[in-house]
């Protein structure tokens, strides 16, 4: 930051504001993160709690109907198959195979929560593939258009793209063009140059490269 004159000032002062958004963006990002984070191990520890209370309970059946013999009878099938689905069994002599359709809607039903606690576990956002995708969508929106098309067959996008795409501020959006560029498969970015003879003196802004063959729209 410079601070000569007072258009620097007022610079500075943009600069300021502009990374006081970003901090309180940020540290929303991080609130909500750490907030569904939070969720989803007290939905784990609720889980692993039933879980090992369900597991000590048919241990505890076990034990007590187990016969003395090396093979368990109907009336040891019928008890923990009892316990497990949850059954009325008026005659623990009958054939324990007729309960297959409760033991299978117990496996449907466990086989459900793990697969909520593992969406649980990613259920915190990427977010670069969010901007990704953002920025996509406005690549594929202004491919046609004289500034963003080039002869090499990439779009190219600038920081004010950037910012319409993300919503954040200039300083990170710049940023955000280098790390795209670096990250995603077909994409590219080319810095920023202030005037010189190797460029005719003209800047060179900072823009994103993207080559919407390698992403082409679904659908």
Known sequence: ??????????????????????????????????????QAERRADRAE???????????????KVQYNTSKP???????????LCDLDIEDYRQDPMQHLPA???????????????EEQGRATPDPMAENWEKVLDVAR????????????????????????ATGHGDRHCKRLIEQLGETFEGADWIPYE?????????????RLLI????????G
């Open 1 to 38: 930051m410079s601070i000569d004159g007072p258009f620097a000032a007022e610079e500075d002062v943009d600069d300021i504001e502009a990374l006081r958004r970003q901090l309180v963006e940020l540290t929303q990002r991080v609130e909500d993160a750490e907030r569904r984070a939070e």
């Open 103 to 117: 033991v299978e809607r117990v496996g449907s039903a466990v086989q459900r929560h793990e697969s909520v606690i």
């Open 141 to 164: 929106n202004v491919s046609d258009q004289p500034d963003h098309v080039r002869g090499d067959g990439y779009t190219q996008l600038f920081w004010k793209d950037v910012q319409s």
């Open 49 to 63: 709690r039933a879980a090992h209370a369900h597991s000590a309970h048919l241990r505890a059946v076990l034990r």
């Open 194 to 206: 202030s005037p010189s003879p190797a460029n005719n003196h003209s800047v060179v802004k900072k």
């Open 73 to 83: 009878g109907r009336d040891t099938w019928n008890h923990v198959l009892g316990r």
């Open 211 to 218: 080559d919407l063959d390698v992403w082409p729209e679904e």
